[in-house]
């Protein structure tokens, strides 16, 4: 199986929580950026699973939110 995502690969050190937490904070940012890209192919073509999406992309973007720490 051939990955694209290389944040999230597993490291040396496991102990590397903010290596982690960057990590997931990068799958969030690509799944926010996949449902963006559905939303506006499925605008005009089917509102329930725009409706569906724009659900998913609220959770993704709350999930973004948790993690950011400044
Ligand atoms: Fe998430």
Partial sequence: M???????????????VEYV?????????SAIEGYNKLIKEWDGVDYVTQDLVITLLADEQSHRTVLRVT
Wanted: proline residues 4%; glycine residues 4%.
């Fill in 2 to 16: 051939k990955t694209n995502q290389k944040s999230l690969q597993p490291i040396e050190d496991t102990t590397d």
């Fill in 21 to 29: 937490i960057r990590g997931v904070i990068d799958a969030e940012n």
